[in-house]
């Protein structure tokens, strides 16, 4: 694909790791605090729920930044187990580990070797995305968040905003991520080009759509536009 004039990168789960870990590691600590009658892997998917939800409310009248959501959804989903808490802990917990994520194993080689471009889009408030980045010392010549764009994906306007920012065109656009829902859903009826990485830290996926590529890793970027 030498025609290309950049590449869309999620982050959470295709660069670095995607925070399956960080909420079950969460859910683990809020059902011991208050002796919750469930395990952490079925709470991290009532929240899941609640929290993906949310972000695909697009009635709701004001955008809210993900760690709202998290804070709200977290409250509503303990809840319906007869608990309030104070979420706040919790949240904290989880914005330091979206600040430092694990990069997978063959991200920087194929970052090195990309003769294209990149933008990274991502759902992520902009704090803890730029910090993880500096954290990383990755050098990435676009960055668009939800914050910025105020719009999740597979929301278009996120991909619409990342095409404003890089002037490139959607014909010769690929975007990666982990979601067949977020990722695929939201570029593809653009008219970009769309590969799932198919890795197997996701907590739940509802997506059903068909990417263009399916890959195990980044490696193939290599390939394509190294």
């Excluded at 998917?45 to 929290?51: A, F, I, K």
């Excluded at 998290?70 to 319906?80: A, N, P, R, Y």
Aim: glycine share 6%; net charge negative.
């Amino acid at each position: 694909m030498s025609n290309l004039d950049g590449i869309f990168l999620d982050f959470y789960g295709t660069l670095a790791s995607g925070d399956r870990a960080a909420v079950v590691a969460i859910c683990a600590r809020v059902i011991a605090d208050h002796h919750l009658p469930t395990t952490p892997d079925e709470l991290a998917v009532l929240w899941g729920r609640r929290y993906f939800a949310a972000i695909e409310d697009t009635d709701t009248p004001h955008f809210r930044l993900l760690s709202q959501i998290e804070h709200d959804t977290l409250i509503e989903t303990v809840s319906g187990f007869g608990v309030h808490i104070d979420p706040d802990p919790y949240i904290v917990q989880f914005n330091e580990y979206l600040a430092r994520p694990t990069l997978f194993e063959e991200v920087r080689e194929v970052l090195d070797g990309l003769r294209v471009p990149v933008c990274i889009v991502s759902n992520a408030d902009e704090k803890e995305l730029r910090n993880a980045l500096e954290y990383h010392r990755l050098d990435i010549p676009y960055v668009v968040t939800s914050e910025t764009a105020e719009s999740y994906k597979p929301d278009a306007r996120i991909f619409r905003y990342a095409l404003e920012v890089t002037g490139w065109r959607p014909e010769r656009v690929i975007h990666v991520g982990d979601s067949l829902h977020s990722d695929v859903g939201g570029a593809k009826p653009l008219g970009i080009r769309t590969v799932w990485v198919h890795r197997s830290e996701r907590i739940t996926d509802i997506g059903t759509e068909t990417p263009d590529m399916t890959w195990p890793d980044l490696r193939p970027l290599l390939e394509i536009a190294g």
